[in-house]
């Protein structure tokens, strides 16, 4: 069964250093979500793409944050310089299209502690 | 106040109780989620409905559109259910989900 895939599972880094998580999509899936999950609250959408334009970042710290699909299929998450409020889950999911009707399939996360 | 609200927060029962989740919204929603979430991280969907109730094995979800409100029940509950259920719901004219803060449920055998 076709699964979206994350990498790392888990990252610790210091606060101030660049990270960087990868996602790869259910292969034709042409929406790729990215959200951050803080210890006991729901996900929160970072950044929403539609190939490899982006739906929606209005969520997204663009001043840390930066967010890829050059070639509408995997992406990138970057985070330069991390903050100790940085460490969550971070979620990466994926549907056929972007609309209420699509389910949108969640990777395993990337766990990231930043000391 | 969130968008989505949950409860309980945390709920624990003994095997083989009947499980009521619950989730209200203060929006117009094109379509509502339930999600589950097991330690470790990854989350499977469960159910997108826009009305009426849907059934998958010991699972129910439940919507009342005028009401704003859903529920999720679990019958026979066993310790494997034990997982963070979590209620998201899409608001009419946006694409993107809103998430209530889960529901941590714990079975105990």
């Known amino acids: 069964e076709a699964e979206v895939a994350q990498s790392p599972r888990y990252k610790i880094t210091e606060k101030s250093q660049a990270v960087a998580f990868w996602c790869d999509p259910i292969?034709?899936?042409?929406?790729l979500y990215w959200y951050r999950q803080i210890l006991g609250q729901g996900p929160e959408l970072l950044v929403q793409?539609?190939?490899?334009?982006?739906?929606?970042d209005s969520q997204l710290p663009k001043d840390r944050f930066s967010a890829e699909r050059l070639k509408g299929v995997d992406s990138t998450l970057k985070i330069q310089p991390a903050e100790l409020g940085d460490s969550a889950m971070y979620l990466c999911?994926?549907?056929?299209?972007?609309?209420?009707?699509?389910?949108?399939?969640f990777g395993p996360g990337t766990r990231l502690t930043v000391t | 106040k969130n968008e989505v609200e949950q409860s309980p927060q945390n709920l624990t029962a003994q095997e083989g109780e009947f499980i009521t989740i619950n989730c209200s919204y203060s929006v117009g929603i094109s379509a509502l989620h339930w999600l589950q979430q097991h330690p470790g991280g990854g989350i499977v969907s469960l159910f997108m409905?826009?009305?009426g109730k849907k059934k998958h094995g010991r699972l129910i979800a439940t919507i009342n559109i005028q009401e704003k409100h859903s529920s999720l029940h679990i019958t026979a509950s066993h310790p494997r259910d034990s997982a963070v259920y979590i209620c998201a719901v899409r608001s009419r004219g946006a694409q993107k989900l809103v998430f209530g803060q889960g529901t941590r449920l714990t079975i105990n055998p």
């Open positions: 793409f539609q190939d490899e334009s982006v739906v929606d």
């Open positions: 999911a994926s549907s056929l299209i972007g609309q209420s009707s699509y389910e949108q399939y």
């Open positions: 292969s034709g899936h042409a929406t």
């Open positions: 409905l826009s009305s």
